[in-house]
């Protein structure tokens, strides 16, 4: 079953029995730095902590032993300066919640839009923080993300021989098994990567994540939260990998739209046209990659033309998002 319930997270997820999801993976606002709709008020860095960590004893408290919770977060430059929340958020954590912090991974955005100045390296880069509630009941299918090794580690190694009495020993060869783990840092798309030209919300994560951490620690049948739904993306990846998931957004719009998406039903239609420096009509194009495979450009450049911080032109072109009548 996939639900999208809108209302406050904070108050919804007091309705959900103790011990009875699986996962809880989500994407918070972040700090004070994107506008997700007039109904959702982003909080100061010096406010974070004592705003989401109410909702962080909820968790726990909702987690089955064997459950885990995936929180996708990233910090802020303020004043010149890194922000340190997230790591106050994980600190406060560690001592006013029951929820252990389990491990750390980094998201590699492959498509990340380029930000910084001149005296700042570009930030491609998120925090994937993994909780849980007992690390000995942790429901982790590692055999189902297992890779193939590295073209350079398929080669037997060799190893000396260990010393005794003044010799070394003969030489040992190990040989690389066929698969290998993961490490840690995951090069996920942005959900730019494959918008549709329909997704409005501010800040979306691609399916890619959630479809990972989903089939990694749940169970076809599982049940899977989300208390910051947004246009219902964690949704999507539940449907397709067969499992429950509850979804809350206080956004009314977002939580519409997301219906609409796990229904195949998108009312709204757009197209990405091209237009000349003097703003004359040129193209019409169902897609920006559409449109940058034609052209020989970079799709994610031509979105940058009409997203919140965008490049105002890209090929010598200007490039508008606009609705079909």
Request: aromatic letters at 12%; hydrophobic letters at 30%.
């Amino acid at each position: 079953m996939i639900q999208f319930i809108q209302g406050d997270t904070f108050d919804l997820i007091k309705n959900l029995p103790d011990n009875s999801v699986d996962l809880v993976i989500t994407s918070p606002p972040y700090s004070d730095i994107v506008n997700y709709g007039k109904d959702v008020s982003t909080k100061k860095p010096d406010d974070y902590c004592d705003w989401i960590l109410p909702l962080f004893k909820e968790i726990y408290r909702v987690l089955k032993p064997s459950g885990s919770f995936i929180l996708n977060i990233n910090d802020k430059c303020e004043g010149g300066y890194r922000s340190t929340y997230i790591y106050d958020l994980i600190s406060r954590n560690n001592k006013e919640t029951k929820l252990k912090l389990y491990d750390t991974y980094i998201w590699h955005k492959r498509n990340g839009i380029p930000n910084g100045g001149t005296k700042r390296f570009r930030n491609t880069t998120e925090f994937i923080f993994h909780f849980c509630k007992d690390v000995k009941q942790l429901k982790f299918n590692m055999d189902r993300v297992l890779q193939e090794p590295k073209e350079i580690t398929k080669k037997p190694v060799s190893f000396p021989g260990k010393i005794e009495d003044g010799f070394r020993g003969e030489r040992k060869e190990r040989v690389m098994p066929d698969k290998v783990r993961p490490e840690n840092i995951f090069r996920f798309s942005t959900a730019a990567a494959s918008r549709d030209n329909l997704i409005k919300h501010p800040a979306p994560y691609h399916k890619e994540l959630p479809l990972y951490y989903i089939n990694l620690l749940t169970d076809k049948g599982d049940v899977v939260l989300d208390p910051f739904s947004g246009i219902g993306t964690t949704g999507i990846a539940c449907k397709e990998l067969n499992r429950d998931y509850i979804g809350y957004e206080l956004n009314e719009t977002y939580n519409n739209f997301a219906k609409k998406r796990i229904e195949g039903i998108l009312d709204d239609k757009y197209v990405v046209n091209q237009y000349s420096l003097d703003d004359e009509f040129i193209k019409s194009y169902t897609s920006a990659s559409s449109a940058g495979n034609e052209l020989d450009l970079c799709c994610d450049d031509i979105m940058r033309c009409y997203a919140r911080n965008g490049f105002n032109t890209c090929g010598g072109y200007k490039w508008k998002l606009e609705k079909v009548n």
